[in-house]
Nanobody, 120 residues
Framework: QVQLVESGGGLVQAGGSLRLSCAAS????????MGWYRQAPGKQRELVAT???????NYADSVKGRFTISRDNAKNTVYLQMNSLKPEDTAVYYC??????????????WGQGTQVTVSS
């Protein structure tokens, strides 16, 4: 059994910052890639950023230079530092972690989502 708990969303003015966290717990054997996705109203879920187990990162063009993804392997946690936020960043943000448990192979687990609202 694996649980993902997200935190850090909220309401912020344009130009402000937020830091999202996603912590995994349970019978975890290993965690491979970690990522953040977002879904705005009426739109499809889109990739925001990913980080591999080796620390390589990838970002959507729309957030490059403003968002930073990082991970703390000791805490089974992935972070998303969001700076210079824009109204178009408003969405529900989801974390996704590739986790292998003690009894099964790797599977993509998803967080419950956290709302980020950027006012103009």
């Amino acid at each position: 059994q694996v649980q993902l708990v997200e935190s850090g969303g909220g309401l912020v003015q344009a130009g402000g910052s937020l830091r999202l966290s996603c912590a995994a717990s349970g019978s975890i054997f290993s965690i491979n890639a970690m990522g953040w996705y977002r879904q705005a109203p009426g739109k499809q879920r889109e990739l925001v950023a990913t980080i591999t187990s080796g620390g390589s990162t990838n970002y959507a063009d729309s957030v490059k230079g403003r968002f930073t993804i990082s991970r703390d392997n000791a805490k089974n946690t992935v972070y998303l530092q969001m700076n210079s936020l824009k109204p178009e960043d408003t969405a529900v943000y989801y974390c996704s972690l590739g986790i292998a448990t003690m009894t099964s192979g790797e599977y993509d687990y998803w967080g419950q989502g956290t709302q980020v609202t950027v006012s103009s």
